[in-house]
């Protein structure tokens, strides 16, 4: 006699829940907190892309866990739509191939933005022209400005609203220039303002928002120049610290705050 796909179904989920009923109520107990013997067998292992070199900048995309981009300093932007078992170089027809920042708008995964110019101070390193946006997850590319930044460090949207961009602006790493600190877009990248600034000698190289609260913005400066007789600079220039704003750097003057 056959059995019913019903029952068949319910045999299989019974048996596929089997081997962890004896770990849940020590999940359980833990309020919340995974036990991390259950996953102290798994490695880390390189999943590529194997010709990009080094890279400064990767992200995921919410909702899509086998998509994400990887931003290589010397050879643009790849993705993947299959946790990396293939890349695909999907700047290669931009005029530059430094990447230093890349960030997905949560609210609208098909908008993709790319801070240009690494901003790693190492011996060798590869100047950018400005900001980069995609609509349709990175199949066309736009230049949306900041030019003479040079070196991009961190770039983060806010999580409503993919219009509202934030930029931490390194600089030029060999000299002063004005072209540095926090920027922010309030229009997806058609003006910019710059909303944190302390000298042509102190540049921003990371952002982060406060999780629970995204008014609520976290931003590094540092003052460090690269210069051409040594591989690694003096890296403790004054201004240098954190800084916040709790405003969304409406009034990051105001708010910011320096450990120094």
């Known amino acids: 006699m056959s059995i ?4 068949k179904h319910a ?7 089997a081997p962890f009923a004896g770990a849940l109520p020590s999940l359980l107990a833990q309020n919340g907190h995974v036990d991390p013997a259950l996953y102290s067998g798994l490695r880390w292992r390189s999943i590529g892309p194997f010709r990009a070199g080094r890279v400064n900048s990767v ?8 998509v994400f981009y990887s931003g290589s300093v010397g050879g643009g932007v790849w993705k993947t739509t299959n946790a990396g078992r293939t890349w695909f170089p999907i700047f290669d027809s ?15 995964i098909d908008v993709v933005y790319v801070g240009t110019g690494e901003a790693d101070m190492r011996s060798q390193i590869s100047y950018g022209n400005g900001m980069y946006k995609s609509t349709d997850a990175g199949k066309t ?16 949207v806010d999580p409503r609203d993919p219009s509202v961009v934030f930029v931490a602006a390194f600089g030029h790493v ?15 990248g058609a003006t910019w303002q710059k909303v944190l600034f302390k000298s042509n000698d102190v540049g921003a190289i990371d952002l982060a928002f406060d999780p629970g609260n995204a008014q609520t913005i976290y931003a590094s400066l540092w003052n460090t120049r ?14 240098s610290g954190l800084y916040k704003s709790t405003t969304a750097a409406a009034t990051a003057a105001a708010d910011q705050r320096s450990s120094r």
Do not use: E
Request: net charge positive; with cysteine; aromatic share 8%.
């Open 94 to 108: 931009q005029p530059i191939a430094s990447i230093g920042a890349v960030a997905v708008a949560p609210s609208n």
């Open 226 to 239: 690269r210069p051409p007789w040594s591989v690694y600079p003096p890296s403790y220039g004054p201004g």
């Open 141 to 156: 590319w736009t230049h949306i400005g900041l030019d003479n930044t040079r070196q991009i460090g961190k770039v983060i």
């Open 174 to 188: 060999y000299g002063a220039n004005p072209d540095r600190g926090v920027f922010r877009s309030k229009d997806g």
């Open 4 to 7: 019913p796909c019903t029952v």
């Open 59 to 66: 992200t995921g995309v919410p909702g899509q866990p086998n």
């Open 11 to 17: 045999l299989l989920a019974v048996a596929m829940a």
